[in-house]
C-alpha cells in the first residue's frame, strides 16, 4: 500500500515536500516514481528513483527544481518540490514499479497511491 501525504494550497514561489509511506514491500526492491494528473488530462511524470537510490530521472520541467530521494528507515519516498509555479498545480501519485531501473512510463509501474492534491495560486 502506497499513501501520500504533504500535498496543500501554496504560493508561487513557495516549497513544498511530498511523502509517500510505503507498507508491505520494502522500497529498496522497487524502482519508484511521483507522477501528476490534472482533470482532463493524461498522467504525467514527474520524477522517479531506482531500487537502489543510486539514479533518478526527472521530467524536463521540474529538473533543478524538485528532488526524489528514499529512506529505507522509514520505507518512505518523498518529493521535495520548490519554486513551485501554478503549473504544477496537480494531483500528485506516487507509485512502484516491479523492476530496478529509472522509468517514465506509466504501465510500468503496477502499484498506484490514491494521490495527494498540490495547488500553486499566483
Known amino acids: 500500500q502506497l499513501v501520500e501525504s504533504g500535498g496543500r494550497v501554496v504560493t508561487a514561489g513557495d516549497s513544498l515536500r511530498l511523502s509517500c509511506a510505503v507498507t508491505g514491500p520494502r522500497i529498496s526492491s522497487y524502482a519508484m516514481a511521483w507522477f501528476r494528473q490534472t482533470p482532463g488530462k493524461e498522467r504525467e511524470f514527474v520524477a522517479a528513483?531506482?531500487?537502489?537510490?543510486?539514479?533518478?530521472h526527472y521530467a524536463d520541467s521540474v529538473k533543478d527544481r524538485f528532488t526524489i530521494w528514499k529512506d529505507r528507515a522509514v520505507n518512505t519516498v518523498y518529493l521535495q518540490m520548490n519554486s513551485l509555479t501554478p503549473e504544477d498545480t496537480a494531483v500528485y501519485l506516487c507509485?512502484?514499479?516491479?523492476?530496478?531501473?529509472?522509468?517514465?512510463?506509466?504501465?510500468?509501474?503496477?502499484?498506484w497511491g490514491q494521490g495527494t492534491q498540490v495547488t500553486v495560486s499566483s
Open positions: 528513483i531506482n531500487y537502489l537510490g543510486s539514479s533518478t
Open positions: 507509485a512502484a514499479s516491479l523492476g530496478s531501473d529509472v522509468s517514465t512510463d506509466v504501465p510500468a509501474y503496477v502499484f
